[in-house]
């Protein structure tokens, strides 16, 4: 069995008794690593030369990545990075005396339930947020985790290590339509102050805009790339003119105006609602 092959199904890294339980022989292993398709970054572990250092851990630590680590490992948004290494290992496991795996900048949270499927992974990595992040950072992925099919909002219901008021106010506030975490942030935000948000609404004569509030003023979030495409700013234009003549009003907020001064934010949606 060739090495790379494995890496590449175990994340990028994995310990050598993982390897050679997947067909792995030492000596295709040692030539691997002498042509420099595979490295050996720590004793008894070894991964691809692109592998990174979460990956790298969670083979040393023979644990499954958790809170930010797993947000990126599966492409989901972050936006309070701590640039530490999360990991969840059995509670029953000990550290030895003599253990010479790093400890700093690695954060390690217990959980004794087998990590049986990936959606099940998914599911307990986002749970153990409720741990060590914001709770608008732990939104913001189970937004993203929904949109992406990783996991269902029914999931939440059996998490253990959310506590139980952020945990139902999550239930409340998710939605799998969101499609970026600006979105998300600003439809929370909006909503906390008892206004009706409803993201991804097609309205005819102006296309799907990121939010709908109180049915009648659209928000929309660009992030700055999305202001540096031409074609996107014509169609802004057009999509702004077609809603004041539907009465509908479009406000536009920037990152800057969603990850800055949301109160700010606010004011100006209740201004615009006419509040």
Same mark, same amino acid.
């Given at each position: 069995?060739? %090495? @790379?092959?494995? $890496? ?7 310990? +050598? ?9 030492? =000596?295709?292993?040692?030539?691997? @690593? ?5 490295? #050996? ?28 680590? +797993?947000?990126?490992?599966?492409? +989901? %948004? ?23 795996? %790093? ?10 339930? %087998?990590?049986?499927? &990936?959606? &099940? #992974?998914?599911?307990?990595? *986002?749970?153990?947020?409720? $741990? ?12 993203? !985790? ?5 996991i269902e909002v029914s999931a939440?219901? =059996? ?16 939605? /799998? ?16 102050? =008892? *206004? ?18 109180? =049915? ?14 031409? #074609?996107?700013?014509?169609?802004? @234009? ?8 539907q009465g509908r009003p479009v ?18 949606? +209740? !201004?615009?609602? /006419?509040?």
């Amino acid at each position: 069995m060739d %090495p @790379v092959r494995v $890496l590449e199904r175990t994340g990028g890294a994995a310990r +050598l008794e993982t390897l050679t339980r997947a067909g792995v022989t030492r =000596g295709g292993l040692r030539r691997a @690593v002498d042509d420099g398709r595979v490295i #050996r970054p720590r004793y008894g572990c070894y991964a691809l030369p692109g592998a990174t250092g979460d990956a790298v851990l969670r083979a040393a630590y023979r644990a499954e990545m958790s809170c930010l680590s +797993l947000c990126r490992a599966l492409g +989901l %948004p972050i936006i309070e990075d701590d640039r530490r290494t999360h990991l969840w290992i059995p509670r029953n496991r000990a550290r030895r005396a003599d253990d010479r795996r %790093p400890i700093r900048g690695v954060v390690l949270h217990r959980h004794d339930h %087998p990590a049986s499927a &990936h959606l &099940h #992974r998914a599911s307990t990595g *986002l749970d153990l947020m409720g $741990l060590c992040c914001g709770r608008m950072q732990q939104i913001v992925a189970v937004d993203a !985790a929904l949109h992406a099919g990783l996991i269902e909002v029914s999931a939440l219901d =059996g998490w253990v290590h959310t506590p139980p008021d952020r945990r139902d106010w999550l239930r409340r506030r998710c939605d /799998g339509r969101a499609e970026s975490p600006l979105e998300t942030i600003t439809r929370v935000t909006l909503a906390e102050e =008892g *206004l009706d948000v409803v993201s991804q609404v097609q309205i005819y004569g102006i296309g799907r805009v990121d939010l709908l509030v109180e =049915g009648r003023l659209v928000v929309e979030t660009d992030g700055q790339e999305f202001h540096l495409n031409s #074609r996107a700013w014509v169609e802004d @234009v057009r999509r702004n003119n077609a809603g004041i003549v539907q009465g509908r009003p479009v406000l536009r907020f920037t990152y800057a105006d969603v990850m800055g001064d949301r109160t700010a934010l606010v004011r100006t949606v +209740l !201004a615009a609602l /006419g509040r």
